[in-house]
Structure formats: structure tokens, C-alpha cells
T-cell receptor, first 109, second 111 residues
Framework: RKEVEQDPGPFNVPEGATVAFNCTYS??????FFWYRQDCRKEPKLLMS???SGNEDGRFTAQLNRASQYISLLIRDSKLSDSATYLC??????????FGQGTTLQVKP | GAGVSQSPSNKVTEKGKDVELRCDPI?????LYWYRQSLGQGLEFLIY????????KSGLPSDRFSAERTGGSVSTLTIQRTQQEDSAVYLC?????????FGNGTRLTVT
């Protein structure tokens, strides 16, 4: 089993839609969780950290479910500019940061 | 500079040659990571340096790969006897108290 797993998608949604991605992790001792965004042929960039109580940044909401060992990202009112690959990141065994394979989102007009 | 700097940005090499990829992390960042990303794939963890601790080399795919970090700053990833399957973008990232910051990567092509 991979340490961090994501549904690769692609998720194709119309503008204005709400879309959610999940990411599961295998290390129950993980303490750090992040969502990164990667545009085509660019380096990943931090979208938001994920806190235990859940957190929101504008149209983006991140949640952590420790019991089921997954994190989620919800995007409301999708924009064309949200089209990208979304990578979840979890600290794995030994503290290293492990990336999921990414979920591709395509927002259509 | 303000960000993570990697060089070269592109490298084309012949199969069997050795290559060295360089990473200059953000000043003061104690953690440094190397990842590899093949076309259309996710980021594959290679190696992780944290301060003066022994590096976590668990992601290196073979003994042809090695990395060092001198003086807790600059890091070099070396691939010996390159193979075509080594072709990928090699990304370096550093971290202090903040989450990871990535360099622009080195695109390696082995012909």
C-alpha cells in the first residue's frame, strides 16, 4: 500500500461547481498535512496547510479525519483558473514529506 | 536569492554518462528534499536531509543515485551511469518552519 494515495481523476467540472478531493494516508502517526497545487510543467506550490479542526481559505476548505486517515479539499464556485493538479502531502515514517500522485482538475466554461 | 535555486535547468546526457544536479536551498532552511517527477506522474521521494542528522535515503531507486549536502546548505544529486529511465524532472525543495518551497527543477533527458 502506498503511504499516500489519491484518485488521479481527471475531475471535469463546469465553472461554478463544487468539487471535493480525498487523500488517504497510511501512517497513523502523521502530524503534518498540506495541499499543493501544480500547474502543467511547473513546480508545486503550497495551496494550504491542513489543521486538525479544519480550515478555510476563501473558496477552499481543507479537513482532516484522523480516525479514517484521510484529508480532503473542497473547492467551491470553481473557476477556470482552478484547473491544475492538486497534490496532498503527508509526513511519513521518519518525518519525510510524501506526496500523493495528484488529482487532476479541469474546470470547463 | 529568495527562493530555491536549481542548476542546470535542463540537462541532456548520453546513456552511461554521470550527471550532477545542484540545489541551493533558501538560506536558513534546515531540511532539504529531492524528488523526481516523470511525465504525467506524481512526485517520487528520493532523499531527505534534516540538519546534521543522517539523511533518509530510502527513496533512492538504485545505488547509481547518491546525494550529499555540504555545510548544511548546497546539495548535489549525482546519478552515475545514467539510463533512459532516469529521464525526468528532478525537483529540490527546502523547508524551515514553513512548508516546502520548491526550485524550478532540472529536466534531465538521457538519450
Amino acid at each position: 500500500r502506498k503511504e499516500v494515495e489519491q484518485d488521479p481523476g481527471p475531475f471535469n467540472v463546469p465553472e461554478g461547481a463544487t468539487v471535493a478531493f480525498n487523500c488517504t494516508y497510511s501512517n497513523s502517526a502523521s502530524q503534518s498535512f498540506f495541499w499543493y497545487r501544480q500547474d502543467c510543467r511547473k513546480e508545486p506550490k503550497l495551496l494550504m496547510s491542513v489543521y486538525s479542526s479544519g480550515n478555510e481559505d476563501g473558496r477552499f476548505t481543507a479537513q482532516l479525519n484522523r480516525a479514517s486517515q484521510y484529508i480532503s479539499l473542497l473547492i467551491r464556485d470553481s473557476k477556470l483558473s482552478d484547473s491544475a493538479t492538486y497534490l496532498c502531502v503527508v509526513n511519513g515514517f521518519g518525518g519525510k514529506l510524501i506526496f500523493g500522485q495528484g488529482t487532476t482538475l479541469q474546470v470547463k466554461p | 536569492g529568495a527562493g530555491v535555486s536549481q542548476s542546470p535547468s535542463n540537462k541532456v546526457t548520453e546513456k552511461g554518462k554521470d550527471v550532477e544536479l545542484r540545489c541551493d536551498p533558501i538560506s536558513g532552511h534546515t531540511a532539504l528534499y529531492w524528488y523526481r517527477q516523470s511525465l504525467g506522474q506524481g512526485l517520487e521521494f528520493l532523499i531527505y536531509f534534516q540538519g546534521n542528522s543522517a539523511p533518509d535515503k530510502s527513496g533512492l531507486p538504485s545505488d547509481r543515485f547518491s546525494a550529499e549536502r555540504t555545510g548544511g546548505s548546497v546539495s548535489t544529486l549525482t546519478i552515475q551511469r545514467t539510463q533512459q529511465e532516469d529521464s525526468a524532472v528532478y525537483l529540490c525543495a527546502s523547508r524551515g518552519l514553513t512548508p516546502l518551497h520548491f526550485g524550478n527543477g532540472t529536466r534531465l533527458t538521457v538519450t
